[in-house]
T-cell receptor, first 114, second 113 residues
Framework: GDSVTQMEGPVTLSEEAFLTINCTYT??????LFWYVQYPGEGLQLLLK?????DKGSNKGFEATYRKETTSFHLEKGSVQVSDSAVYFC?????????????FGKGTHLIIQP | EADIYQTPRYLVIGTGKKITLECSQT?????MYWYQQDPGMELHLIHY???????EKGDLSSESTVSRIRTEHFPLTLESARPSHTSQYLC????????????FGQGTRLTVV
């Protein structure tokens, strides 16, 4: 079945550091890929998405590129801020997948220290 | 900004009580979902719906039940709450496309004492 694997946390960085959160997936066909962010006490918010190979999603300084050849969708940001502290989820969705095809990773807790 | 709402945001209730968690969306989405989120942050799908009068069980077995009488409304009910039901419950919806994103409500933090 479909699966999403993302790096385990917590990931702790200093402010202005470069961020990479790894995400790889297993799925048949051509899924859409997403990154969601969850701030403390809140629901998930869509951060960015990509719907086909080589697409780059970007938002709020975050970027991720859909790499079909490595089945990856790594999240990057050049200079993190304390306000980026949150839990980040990688997810995929494909036609015909179980439960309407939505599959989430287990989440990565990011902590940014001043 | 997504138009999906959950009430209450926080609920503390005694063992054995019946509770209903409300979820409503104004986007006209046919597909709706309930997730249970454990303290480790992992999401577990417990129920989903493709539209009115459609309900399906998710990957994680749950003692809760759901109904979908109206497109915009997808309530979750626990007939007899227990401490093991203490968790964060997240409702989501998505549009008709097979590749579209899901939109989430702010969640209900349930504590059963």
């Amino acid at each position: 079945g479909d699966s999403v694997t993302q790096m385990e946390g917590p990931v702790t960085l200093s402010e202005e550091a470069f961020l990479t959160i790894n995400c790889t997936y297993t799925a048949t066909g051509y899924p859409s890929l997403f990154w969601y962010v969850q701030y403390p006490g809140e629901g998930l918010q869509l951060l960015l998405k990509a719907t086909k190979a080589d697409d780059k999603g970007s938002n709020k300084g975050f970027e991720a590129t859909y790499r079909k050849e490595t089945t990856s969708f790594h999240l990057e940001k050049g200079s993190v801020q304390v306000s980026d502290s949150a839990v980040y989820f990688c997810a995929l969705r494909r036609p015909g997948g179980g439960a309407d095809g939505l599959t989430f990773g287990k989440g990565t807790h990011l902590i940014i220290q001043p | 900004e997504a138009d999906i709402y959950q009430t209450p945001r926080y609920l503390v209730i005694g063992t054995g009580k019946k509770i209903t968690l409300e979820c409503s969306q104004t986007m006209g989405h046919d597909k709706m979902y309930w997730y249970q989120q454990d303290p480790g942050m992992e999401l577990h799908l417990i129920h989903y719906s493709y539209g009115v009068n459609s309900t399906e069980k998710g990957d994680l077995s749950s003692e809760s039940t759901v109904s979908r009488i109206r497109t915009e409304h997808f309530p979750l009910t626990l007939e007899s709450a227990r401490p093991s039901h203490t968790s964060q419950y997240l409702c989501a919806s998505s549009g008709a496309g097979a590749r579209t994103e899901a939109f989430f409500g702010q969640g209900t933090r349930l504590t059963v004492v």
